[in-house]
């Protein structure tokens, strides 16, 4: 395909890389088969214990170079490769679909976020800013200052390939801290690819080997990285399961853990909601990226006395969705990552079966021609309580759950009572619910939003949740301090120097 020969992709691909050079590595053989159609795109070398610390040293030594290198220029560095993804966002766009299975709309659009962080980010290297406070003794000043911690080790999910890395790694640049990356041995391709974008961004910089690392393998290289003593910083996006992992590990250690995890994100519809809104915002929420984001929406709480309307208009939107090669933009719907998230996903179905759910549009896996990758399924619909264990749980595949409620104040209970807290909204035309749904008695979720979908979240704002969902912070706002060490200092510019207490020492 052409555009992998344009990403510099090749049959087989080296898996360790210290910025512009690859390592060889003696690790496993990995490959890489797209759901789309079930063929062998390549395969990478993934990363041996050697290879792995051939990486942290290079590291290591970069750190002590980039970290003086002036702020703006290290965002000078981060536009330029900016202007690179700009250059192949096509061909990336179509590997992310190809890869991972999103349509290619998504795609594309997942590049977009890559080209908008990154636009972010050099605005942010002008920004990076502490605070002047009073001091209480005469002839002192006292300020605040941010420094860069070193490595930041970025673990990434197969679901968004391309962007959680840049999310992490063009903050981290601008922050002066240099980045190793494990991304999903599931989308192996799309981070060699990456790291050959960015290759001569780096080289006609001079940027030192080492600050923008490429470690790709699977679990053991995750669990390497999070025990490292010389990685303060992990950044783990994926499940709740490996999170609790990574962030047990990172913290016997006293690092620090920057945890994305699972979603189990709600739509509330009001009585008083504009329906052909809610209705498009619930319909991408839950089927978009065929419910594979963090930001999904599974649940949509309905008010009783719009609950049948709602019931109908989504039945009748369902009916109108394509589903097959996420290549063809005429496709609505692409497949699940692996035949392994087919088996959870018809399981899901089977425990809202025996729980007594009732499936107003069914699910099931599609066959014959377009699907021969057995990856394709259905998206459906399910009437249910929210008392249903599997209401509770996250499943990464398009089920949707409605739930019918009478009172705003037993909507918001319903919402907040997973044990997930990512992304929720309210549909409404009702300022009163509108805002106790944004109030301290409101969603306790960390993206909280009104008369948009859960799923869609603009890298401007700080992104991350509550809970069982981690509560880290990446993107935008502040979350560039998650990736730094703050410092008080004090400074005496008097002829005395005043002790605490009062005390006194005759000298």
Same mark, same amino acid.
């Given at each position: 395909?052409?555009?992998? %020969?344009?990403?510099?992709?090749?049959?087989?691909?080296?898996?360790?890389?210290?910025?512009?050079?690859?390592?060889?590595?003696?690790?496993?053989?990995?490959? @890489?088969?797209?759901?789309?159609?079930?063929?062998?795109?390549?395969?990478?070398?993934?990363?041996?214990?050697? @290879?792995? +610390?051939?990486?942290?040293?290079?590291?290591?030594?970069?750190?002590?170079?980039?970290?003086?290198?002036?702020?703006?220029?290290?965002?000078?560095?981060?536009?330029?490769?900016?202007?690179?993804?700009?250059?192949? %966002?096509?061909?990336?766009?179509?590997?992310?679909?190809?890869?991972?299975?999103?349509?290619?709309?998504?795609?594309?659009? &997942?590049?977009?976020?890559?080209?908008?962080?990154?636009?972010?980010?050099v605005g942010l290297s002008r920004q990076l800013h502490g605070l002047?406070?009073?001091? +209480?003794?005469?002839?002192?000043?006292?300020?605040?200052?941010?420094?860069?911690?070193?490595?930041?080790?970025?673990?990434?999910?197969?679901?968004?390939?391309?962007?959680?890395?840049?999310?992490?790694?063009?903050?981290?640049?601008?922050?002066?801290?240099?980045?190793?990356?494990?991304?999903?041995?599931?989308?192996?391709?799309?981070?060699?690819?990456?790291?050959?974008?960015?290759?001569?961004?780096?080289?006609? $910089? $001079?940027?030192? +080997?080492?600050?923008?690392?490429?470690?790709?393998?699977?679990?053991?290289?995750?669990?390497?990285?999070?025990?490292?003593?010389?990685?303060?910083?992990?950044?783990?996006?994926? @499940?709740?399961?490996?999170?609790?992992?990574?962030?047990?590990?990172?913290?016997?250690?006293?690092?620090?853990?920057?945890?994305?995890?699972?979603g189990n994100n709600a739509i509330i519809i009001s009585k008083e909601?504009?329906?052909?809104?809610?209705?498009?915002?619930?319909?991408?929420?839950?089927?978009?990226?065929?419910?594979?984001?963090?930001?999904?929406?599974?649940?949509?709480?309905?008010?009783?006395?719009?609950?049948?309307?709602v019931k109908s208009k989504l039945v009748a939107a369902y009916k109108?969705?394509?589903?097959?090669?996420?290549?063809?933009?005429?496709?609505?719907?692409?497949?699940?990552?692996?035949?392994?998230?087919?088996?959870?996903?018809?399981?899901?179905?089977?425990?809202?079966?025996? &729980?007594?759910?009732?499936?107003?549009?069914?699910?099931?896996?599609? @066959?014959?021609?377009?699907? &021969?990758?057995?990856?394709?399924?259905?998206?459906?619909?399910?009437?249910?309580?929210?008392?249903?264990?599997?209401?509770?749980? &996250?499943?990464?595949?398009?089920?949707?759950?409605?739930?019918?409620?009478?009172?705003?104040?037993?909507?918001?209970?319903?919402?907040?009572?997973?044990?997930?807290?990512?992304?929720?909204?309210?549909?409404?035309? $009702?300022?009163?619910?509108?805002?106790?749904?944004?109030?301290?008695?409101?969603?306790?979720?960390?993206?909280?939003?009104?008369?948009?979908?859960?799923?869609?979240?603009?890298?401007?704002?700080?992104?991350?949740?509550?809970?069982?969902?981690?509560?880290?912070?990446?993107?935008?706002?502040?979350?560039? %301090?998650?990736?730094?060490?703050?410092?008080? $200092?004090?400074?005496?510019?008097?002829?005395?120097?005043?002790?605490?207490?009062?005390?006194?020492?005759?000298?």
């Amino acid at each position: 395909m052409d555009f992998l %020969k344009r990403l510099g992709i090749e049959s087989t691909n080296k898996g360790v890389s210290t910025g512009t050079q690859w390592i060889d590595s003696k690790g496993e053989t990995i490959a @890489s088969f797209s759901p789309v159609d079930g063929k062998k795109i390549a395969s990478v070398i993934a990363a041996d214990k050697e @290879s792995y +610390e051939a990486v942290i040293k290079k590291s290591e030594a970069a750190f002590l170079t980039w970290r003086l290198m002036p702020a703006p220029k290290r965002g000078e560095i981060v536009r330029q490769m900016g202007d690179a993804l700009r250059m192949y %966002k096509e061909p990336l766009g179509k590997l992310v679909s190809y890869e991972m299975g999103k349509s290619l709309q998504e795609g594309y659009g &997942e590049v977009q976020e890559m080209i908008d962080i990154c636009d972010f980010a050099v605005g942010l290297s002008r920004q990076l800013h502490g605070l002047t406070m009073h001091s +209480e003794r005469p002839g002192h000043r006292m300020y605040e200052q941010y420094h860069p911690l070193g490595i930041v080790g970025i673990i990434s999910a197969f679901n968004f390939p391309v962007a959680v890395w840049s999310w992490n790694s063009m903050l981290a640049w601008v922050c002066g801290d240099v980045c190793i990356w494990k991304p999903s041995e599931k989308t192996p391709l799309c981070g060699i690819a990456c790291q050959n974008i960015i290759t001569e961004v780096l080289k006609k $910089n $001079n940027v030192p +080997e080492g600050v923008s690392g490429l470690i790709i393998g699977g679990r053991e290289v995750g669990e390497w990285m999070a025990a490292d003593t010389r990685i303060p910083l992990v950044s783990a996006t994926g @499940s709740t399961r490996m999170g609790k992992a990574v962030g047990a590990t990172v913290g016997a250690r006293l690092g620090r853990a920057l945890l994305e995890l699972g979603g189990n994100n709600a739509i509330i519809i009001s009585k008083e909601a504009d329906l052909d809104i809610a209705i498009l915002g619930s319909l991408f929420g839950a089927v978009g990226t065929a419910g594979q984001r963090c930001t999904t929406t599974r649940r949509l709480i309905i008010h009783e006395e719009v609950y049948e309307t709602v019931k109908s208009k989504l039945v009748a939107a369902y009916k109108q969705l394509r589903i097959g090669d996420p290549l063809d933009q005429n496709n609505h719907v692409g497949p699940l990552i692996d035949t392994d998230a087919v088996k959870m996903y018809l399981d899901s179905i089977e425990k809202c079966k025996a &729980e007594g759910g009732n499936f107003i549009v069914e699910g099931g896996v599609l @066959s014959g021609t377009g699907y &021969e990758s057995g990856c394709y399924v259905k998206p459906c619909i399910a009437e249910a309580q929210p008392g249903f264990k599997i209401v509770q749980h &996250e499943t990464f595949a398009p089920i949707l759950y409605l739930l019918k409620y009478k009172t705003i104040d037993e909507a918001i209970t319903i919402q907040n009572e997973v044990p997930q807290g990512l992304s929720s909204s309210i549909m409404t035309l $009702n300022m009163r619910e509108a805002e106790q749904f944004l109030s301290h008695a409101g969603s306790d979720c960390g993206i909280a939003n009104v008369n948009i979908g859960t799923s869609g979240a603009e890298i401007g704002g700080a992104f991350g949740g509550e809970k069982e969902t981690g509560g880290g912070r990446e993107s935008g706002s502040d979350a560039w %301090k998650a990736y730094m060490r703050r410092q008080t $200092n004090t400074i005496n510019y008097s002829t005395s120097l005043p002790l605490a207490q009062g005390i006194k020492f005759d000298i």
